[in-house]
Structure formats: C-alpha cells, structure tokens
C-alpha cells in the first residue's frame, strides 16, 4: 500500500473540517500572516448618538398593487352552431304519378314556383260534376221558397175561418140558453169551430213544411259547394310549389315517380337570413336581452355580426342552459347550415379590475379570489373573473380602489398585520 494517497486523504479531510466546521479558527490563524496597514484604526469609531437601530417588529413585507376600478366591455362567449331560418320537406297531398321534369339539388326557387306537378286524372271531371249539382240545388231554393208564401196564405185564412166558427159558435150558445135556438144548431156551430181548429193546424203544418223545404234546399246548396271546394283542392293539389324562396337541398320528384299523400317532392331551405344558435348558462342568462349585439367566428375563420331576436324562457332539462337566437344576413348564402361558431354577445360595461392572474388565490373553502390590505391588515376578497387578456384578468367583486397583494399573497391570511410596498408599474 502506497502511503501518499493516505496522507493525501488525511490532509484533505482536515482542510474540509475547518473550512466547513472550524472556519473561525481558519481564518484567525490566517490573519496573524497578513500586515496591518500603517494608516488602519486601532478601534473601531463609534456610532453617533443620534442614529437608532431599526427593530424588527415582526411584521412581513408584501408587495401591494393599487388598483382602480375601470368600467370594462363584457361579453357573454357561447358555442354554438349556425341554422337555417327555414328547413322544410314538402310533401304531396293527394296521390298521382308525377308529370314534370325533375329539379336538380342546388337549385334557387321562388315562392309559388312549380316543383311537382302530378297527372290530373279524373279531377276535371269530378269538379264538373259537383258544379253541376251545385246549379241543380241552387234551382230548387226558389220553388221551396214560392211555396211559403202560399202556405202562409192558407194559415191566414184557416185563422179567419176559426175566428167566424167561434163567433157563430158563441152566438148559438146564448141563443141555446135563452130558448131562441135548438140545441142541434148549438152543436153544429160547435163543430164548425173545431174543424176550423183543425184547419189552423193543417196549415201551419204546411207553413212548417214549406220553410223546412227552403232549410234543405238551402243544405243542398250547401253541400253542393263544398263537393265544389273539395274538387277544386284536389285540382290545386296536383302541383306542389316552394312554399318560400330558398335551396333545394334534394331533387324534386321524379318524372313518371308514384306520389302518395304524405310523399316529400323535396327538401327546401331557407338560408337569408341565418340564425347562430347557442345555449347560455343558467348563471349568465340575465345578462342577454333581446336586441343585443353579437359577433361570431366561423369554423372557417369567417367573423359575422347580427343581434340577438330570441332567449328561451324555459331550460334544457338536461343541460340547465337557455337557447339563444342570433339572426345574421347572409345575402350570399355562402353561410351553411350547421356551422361550428364561437359566439359573443355584448353585454353592459361592469365595473373591474385588472390584476395579474399570479395575484388570485382560493380560501379555506376553495372560493376564488385575492388577498387586499386594508388599514395594515390582510382581508379575503372574493371576486369573479370576467375575462383572461395578455395583460391580465379581469376580475369584478372588489372595491372601487384596493391594495391588492400581488407577492406574498401565500404566505399570509386574513388578520395578519403586514408592512406594504407599492407596486412599481411599468408599461
């Protein structure tokens, strides 16, 4: 064994104990070699008798921002998606094979333009038919109704004929009971008053019969025009036009095709204007009104404006959140249906702070907020964050001027007493 390297280690290790453990030691030995200048004190000069030694009250140092509350643009930011004013399958109403060419998908049709026509068949004939009943029972109204009259005429007369028998009647019955007519007359004029009783009768029932024949006369004009109606529907329903200007989204029907009632002929959609469809928070719903602006950004990266026209009133059982309707112009249809949007509605300017995130901390409970300094002492404040920007958050729920800890904000709580420093911002 070489005994250098031992005596190597020894010496190292002893270097290492009064460097590391003995350095008051080292540094006296170290002292005695180095001269004393000729100029150096041989005392230390005394402190002057005015100078007080600054005594550590306990208190810990944080750095404090003051921040003034500004009136800041909020916005509520939704995800949502794009959606035709109008999406409708047209279908047929009667049943027939189509006769017309096809329209291709893609197309642009006006209200009112033709998309399927179907064979007629019999329709004409079925209409010509009902009209003619029509004219037939129109025709019977005034014979049922010249009958009226006369039968009105014979009630009168049978009513006077009443009147005369029981007078007669009546005359007979006091000549009877004063012994100046025969009982036989008395009975004959008796029953010449119930025949003409009768005869009242007769002829109101025939009144009754002549305005029951004008009442079913004037049901058979009746329902004469509406076999007129239904025949001139079904004519109607033959063609099938758009019913508003829009896109096909599908072919019409095809030529020779068999239409049942219920049938789509095709798909048409209604583009301009378009509706940005979103749902919104329960939390945030009371900040949207009716009219308010919006902008959005496409899944393109195509940006659009319109205004808020519809917020439901009732939520999502589901989700809890609330529909909302912004209707945008889209003049050039190049806005399609089902369209991922950020959307962003503008709300009223709210009163906030801007702070770095770096100065939000959560309590006890986990409730969001920053630490401010008020008269020396430490208080929780609750706050709520608005929105994130590259200059910081802001965050609304504090005062209109706080002391807001932006470095130390951990190492303290509420009720301690702190010693402050202003922040020195720089732009």
């Known amino acids: 064994m070489k005994l250098f390297p031992i005596v190597t280690a020894i010496l190292v290790c002893v270097a290492l104990y009064f460097v590391v453990l003995d350095r ?36 810990m140092n944080v750095i404090v921002r003051r921040s003034e509350a500004q009136v800041t643009e909020n916005a509520v930011l939704l995800r949502g998606r794009t959606e035709a004013l109008r999406l409708v399958d047209v279908a047929a109403e009667t049943s027939g094979r189509v006769i017309s060419t096809p329209i291709r998908a893609g197309a642009f049709v006006s209200e009112g333009q033709v998309m399927c026509e179907i064979d007629p068949g019999t329709s004409q004939t ?38 005369s ?36 009768e007769s002829a109101a029932a025939t009144v009754q019969g002549a305005e029951a024949g004008v009442q079913s006369a004037l049901a058979s004009v009746r329902s004469a025009e509406a076999q007129v109606t239904r025949a001139e529907n079904a004519i109607e329903d033959l063609t099938i036009v758009a019913p508003f200007s829009g896109l096909l989204e599908t072919d019409t029907a095809e030529l020779g095709a068999l239409l049942q009632p219920g049938t789509i002929c095709a798909t048409i959609i ?52 609330f529909r909302v309707e912004i209707t945008v112009p889209n003049v050039d249809l190049t806005i399609r249906d089902g369209q991922t949007a950020d959307i962003l509605i503008q709300t009223e300017g709210t009163p906030a702070h801007l702070l770095p ?17 008020v008269d020396g002492v430490v208080e929780f404040a609750p706050v709520t964050m608005m929105r994130d920007t590259a200059r910081g958050v802001w965050l609304s729920g504090l005062p209109q001027t706080a002391d807001v800890i932006t470095v130390g904000q951990e190492f303290v709580t509420a009720g301690v007493e702190v010693r402050t420093t202003l922040e020195e911002l720089t732009q």
């Open 270 to 321: 209604q583009l301009d204007p378009i509706k940005l469809v979103g749902f919104v928070p329960e939390a945030q719903v009371d900040r949207i009104s009716l009219g308010a602006t919006a902008g959005a950004q496409l899944a393109s990266g195509r940006e659009v404006q319109g205004e808020v026209t519809f917020v439901s009133r009732s939520a999502d059982p589901q989700t809890r959140t």
């Open 24 to 59: 008051a030691t080292l540094l006296g030995f170290a002292g005695r070699f180095v001269p004393e200048p000729n100029n150096a004190p041989t005392q230390l000069a005394e402190l002057p008798a005015d100078t007080e030694a600054v005594e550590d009250d306990g208190r």
């Open 165 to 200: 028998a029981q007078i007669d009647g009546n005359a007979a019955a006091r000549l009877n009971e004063s012994g100046f007519a025969s009982e036989t007359r008395a009975a004959s004029a008796a029953a010449a008053t119930a025949a003409a009783e009768a005869g009242v």
């Open 357 to 373: 995130s770096s100065a939000m901390t959560l309590s006890d409970d986990g409730q969001l907020g920053v630490r401010i300094v």
């Open 126 to 163: 079925e209409l010509e038919e009902a009209q003619a009943r029509l004219a037939e029972a129109e025709a019977r109204v005034p014979e049922a109704r010249a009958r009226l009259p006369e039968a009105r005429a014979m009630l009168a007369q049978a009513r006077a004929q009443l009147e």
